[in-house]
């Protein structure tokens, strides 16, 4: 067994390729949406691996709620958007379905992340993306959401342990927490601070080609919430059954939030009706061999 973090930046592209021909995609790929012929939410090929979910007691901003570290395997390649779902996305469904946000809501626009949206509506949009393609979408499992974000690295961003707002969108007054008191500590901001979420794609994307995965938007997905990875499944496809748990997990921290959140292992539960300004989703598209 090889952790994908034991591999070089090429070979885990090699992989990606391996994971897209065997899988009759293109590495970056968007389905139609029929019958107007327009084009979905473009995709990602990520490819199977093993790989540890959670943070070790190093790293700097770690909560107890990402230990213990834990080896999960990708046990099939998936597709997964580049980019969490926008606006103008949203409002192709909108259009088709009928379905008006509240009028007391503030509502994003274009390329902005659709924020305000309650996980019964993101799981009729997916409904309706699958029905409209004629493939299989849904939420990621957070381990399919980590496993994709980190890219093959082990650091607290998938571009190493230290972050500026050139970066990553979080609120600039809070950036990492000191090395030796683990005390969060301010600072004059050298970005300006932001009240919104920006443009998906703004910032650099991680070597699979995922943009946003720290920071912007907090991420949804279809994991119940645990106080931390006892109970996580090693399968990373697997769904655990949520009882009578009406929290789920969400990733990448977002605008609104200090550096430390927007961490690939970090996580916080939110409940699956609850509506937020920074608050949003990406979805996953089943892949099948050839």
Same mark, same amino acid.
């Given at each position: ?46 490819? &199977? ?14 909560? &107890? ?74 939420? &990621? ?121 927007? %961490?690939?292992?970090? %996580?916080?539960? %939110? ?20």
């Amino acid at each position: 067994m090889q952790l994908v973090s034991d591999l070089d930046a090429t070979t885990l592209r090699v992989l990606q390729q391996k994971a897209a021909a065997e899988t009759g995609v293109s590495v970056y790929f968007s389905d139609t949406l029929l019958p107007d012929g327009s084009m979905g939410p473009e995709m990602a090929v990520i490819p &199977p691996g093993w790989f540890e979910i959670g943070s070790p007691e190093s790293e700097n901003g770690r909560l &107890p709620e990402e230990s213990p570290c834990k080896l999960v395997e990708v046990s099939r390649a998936y597709a997964i958007g580049r980019f969490t779902i926008t606006a103008e996305q949203w409002d192709v469904f909108a259009r088709a379905t009928g379905f008006r946000p509240g009028r007391e809501l503030i509502w994003p626009k274009g390329r902005e992340p659709i924020v305000n949206v309650r996980t019964p509506d993101i799981l009729k949009y997916i409904a309706w993306l699958s029905r409209s393609t004629g493939f299989h979408y849904r939420l &990621p499992t957070e381990a399919e959401w980590e496993y994709a974000a980190r890219a093959g690295t082990r650091g607290a961003f998938h571009f190493g342990d230290d972050v500026s707002c050139k970066d990553v969108l979080y609120r600039s007054i809070f950036p990492m927490p000191d090395q030796k008191t683990g005390r969060s500590w301010r600072l004059f901001p050298r970005c300006a601070p932001m009240n919104w979420a920006m443009e998906v794609g703004t910032k650099p994307p991680n070597l699979w080609g995922l943009h946003d995965v720290h920071g912007n938007v907090w991420e949804v997905t279809a994991t119940p919430w645990k106080p931390d990875h006892v109970m996580t499944p090693a399968d990373a496809h697997q769904v655990l059954h949520p009882g009578k748990n009406v929290r789920i997990v969400t990733k990448g921290g977002s605008w609104f939030d200090p550096a430390a959140s927007s %961490r690939s292992a970090s %996580r916080w539960p %939110r409940m699956t009706d609850e509506l937020d300004v920074n608050l949003g989703f990406r979805v996953v598209r089943e892949l099948a061999l050839r």
